[in-house]
């Protein structure tokens, strides 16, 4: 159970354009999801925390306006990239917790590695 | 704020040898712990968690960590290494001093050898 599905698992996308990232929690609802980025060989930094049917809260030095997140349902948040440029490419990683305890684990999708050329 | 260092940015064992992976946490509450593995180019997978019931917790494919308040210290240990645990490993605390988000150790590369 508390399955993570992360959509897609790799892109390859042009400077300038935007590109979607979906995140599903299959078998439970999660009201709050969190994105993460991953630079090669650090450690995840968090990005932001999606909340189902408000808006997003991020992290400081996280620009909102480049990375735009919806969690429409208790099952689904998107992160879109906007304008993506090169340094933009990164591995991004979605995850939600079941249940709303802080101590429960969190529950991670196998990541997206964005790529912009 | 909370906060996790893991002391070693990379561990090398011989395959049987014993595993001991490093983390020491900062928290002003009754923190949350948690290791995770991660595989090139994957997502996370939970390998244990504390929560303030027993200070010794067992995990999966044989990992164990001790809570130990005293050393602010929740290291990951495991008796004989297996080749398939070459990974990076993740520490993570949580508190609710920080709305329970989840804050990531730096990791620590695991290295197997044969």
């Known amino acids: 159970g508390a399955v993570v599905s992360q959509h897609p698992s790799w892109v390859i996308c042009k400077s300038g354009t935007s590109v979607k990232i979906e995140c599903r929690s299959l078998d439970f609802q999660a009201t709050t999801m969190f994105w993460y980025r991953q630079f090669p060989k650090q450690s995840l930094m968090l990005m932001a925390t999606s909340n189902e049917g408000s808006k997003a809260t991020y992290e400081q030095g996280v620009e909102k306006d480049k990375f735009l997140i919806n969690h429409a349902s208790l099952t689904l948040s998107t992160l879109t990239v906007t304008s993506a440029h090169p340094e933009d490419s990164s591995f991004y990683i979605c995850?939600?917790?079941?249940?709303?305890?802080?101590?429960?684990?969190?529950?991670f999708g196998n990541g997206t590695r964005l790529t912009v050329t | 704020a909370q906060s996790v260092t893991q002391l070693d940015s990379h561990v090398s064992v011989s395959e049987g040898t014993p595993v001991l992976l490093r983390c020491n946490y900062s928290?002003?509450?009754?923190?949350?712990l948690f290791w995770y593995v991660q595989h090139p180019n994957k997502g996370l997978q939970l390998l244990l968690k504390?929560?303030?019931?027993?200070?010794l917790v067992k995990g999966i494919n044989g990992f164990e960590a001790e809570f130990k308040k005293s050393e602010t210290s929740f290291h990951l240990t495991k008796p004989s290494a297996h080749m398939s645990d070459a990974a990076e490993y993740f520490c993570v605390v949580s508190d609710r001093g920080g709305g329970f988000k989840t804050i990531f150790g730096a990791g620590t590369r695991l290295f197997v050898k044969a």
């Open positions: 928290s002003s509450y009754s923190p949350s």
């Open positions: 504390y929560t303030s019931a027993a200070t």
């Open positions: 995850s939600a917790r079941v249940g709303t305890s802080g101590d429960s684990p969190l529950h």
